[in-house]
C-alpha cells in the first residue's frame, strides 16, 4: 500500500485528532497549530487508511489555550474524546469555534479543495484516497465536482462514513417539523452555515460529478446522528445514475463515531470489506 497517499477530513466538532481510529496502531503526523507537526496514535485502532496527508486542520478548530469560557467547556469534551479514544503523542487539547463552522459548505471545500491540490503536487505519481466521517463525508462529495478531470485522475478511491443528505433534511429526520424552521435560523445566525450552500445531495445530482471514480459509503443500522435513510438518499440518487463502482459497507451495531472502533464484529467487517476492494484496486 506504498503507493497510496490518503486526505481524511473530520466530523463536525472533531479536531484531525480523531483520525487515529482510521490509521492503526502506527498512527499519523497531525499539524496542531502554527505550523507544529506532532506524532499522535491510537494502539487499538484498525488500519484503514494509510500514508495519511498532513494538512491544516479545519478553520473552526483551534489549539491553544483561550480565555473564553465556551471554548472551555469545547477542551474538556476533546480532551475526553482524545482520552476515551486512547490518542497517544500529544498533549495539545483543541476547541472549536463554533461561529467558525460552516458543516461542508463553501470554507470546508476550499480548504479541503487545497489539501488535495497540495498532496497531488508532492505526490504525482501516487494514487490518493479521499476520506471523509459525518460532515468530512459531505464534504468530500460537495468537493469532487469541483475538482479538474486532471485532478481527478490522481482520485483513486472515495470512502465517505455516514454523510449526509444535507443539514435541513437531517435536522428534518432527527427533530419534529415545527422546530427545524428554528433550528436552521439558529445556525445561520451563529455559525456560518447557509441554506444556499450545496448539500451533498445537490453536488451528486451534477452533471460533473465524477461517476468513474469508486465510490464507498460506510453506514450503520445503529446510527442515531445520521440515520441510514438520509445517507441512503445519497445512495439511491447515485444508483439511478448509474454509478459502475458504488459501494456499501452496511454495519449493524455500531454508533456514529465508533464505526472502526465500536463493536467488534462490525469492526472485523469494515476491515475484511474494505481491504478486499483496496486489493481490487491497488493490487
Given amino acids: 500500500m506504498d503507493r497510496i497517499v490518503s486526505i481524511y477530513v473530520q466530523g ?9 481510529k482510521y490509521a492503526g496502531k502506527e ?25 495519511l496527508f498532513t494538512h491544516p486542520e479545519l478553520n473552526d478548530v483551534e489549539y491553544g489555550w483561550s480565555w473564553h469560557p465556551l471554548h472551555w467547556i469545547s477542551m474538556l469534551f476533546h480532551w475526553f474524546v ?6 497517544y503523542g500529544t498533549s495539545c487539547v483543541p476547541h472549536n469555534l463554533v461561529s467558525r463552522a460552516n458543516i461542508a459548505g463553501e470554507e470546508d471545500v476550499a480548504q479541503y479543495l487545497l489539501a488535495i491540490k497540495a498532496c497531488i503536487k508532492e505526490n504525482p505519481h501516487k494514487a490518493i484516497v479521499l476520506f ?18 486532471d485532478e481527478q485522475s490522481h482520485i483513486k478511491l472515495v470512502i465517505v462514513e455516514a454523510p449526509f443528505a444535507s443539514v435541513s433534511s ?18 445561520e445566525y451563529f455559525t456560518q452555515y447557509r441554506t444556499t450552500q450545496v448539500s451533498p445531495l445537490e453536488a ?3 452533471t460533473h460529478f465524477p461517476l468513474e471514480i469508486p465510490l464507498v459509503f460506510v453506514t450503520s443500522a445503529a446510527d442515531k446522528v445520521v440515520p441510514l435513510r438520509n445517507t441512503q438518499q445519497l445512495i439511491t440518487v447515485l444508483q439511478e445514475r448509474g454509478h459502475p463502482s458504488l459501494h456499501h459497507i ?3 451495531h455500531s454508533g456514529h463515531s465508533f464505526m472502526s472502533i465500536g463493536n467488534a464484529s462490525d469492526v472485523q467487517d469494515y476491515e475484511r470489506e474494505l481491504h478486499t476492494l483496496y486489493r481490487k484496486i491497488f493490487m
Fill in 250 to 252: 452496511a454495519l449493524k
Fill in 204 to 206: 451528486v445530482t451534477q
Fill in 132 to 149: 471523509g466521517a459525518s460532515r468530512g463525508g459531505a464534504t468530500v462529495l460537495v468537493t469532487l465536482p469541483h475538482l479538474t478531470k
Fill in 12 to 20: 463536525h466538532n472533531a479536531s484531525r485528532l480523531q483520525a487515529t
Fill in 82 to 87: 482524545q482520552w476515551y479514544l486512547n490518542v
Fill in 27 to 51: 498512527g499519523l503526523d497531525v499539524q496542531v497549530s502554527n505550523g507544529q507537526v506532532e506524532h499522535v496514535f491510537n494502539p487499538d485502532a484498525p488500519k484503514l487508511l494509510y500514508n
Fill in 170 to 187: 437531517l435536522l428534518y429526520d432527527l427533530w419534529p417539523t415545527r422546530i427545524v424552521p428554528f433550528l436552521i435560523r439558529a445556525l
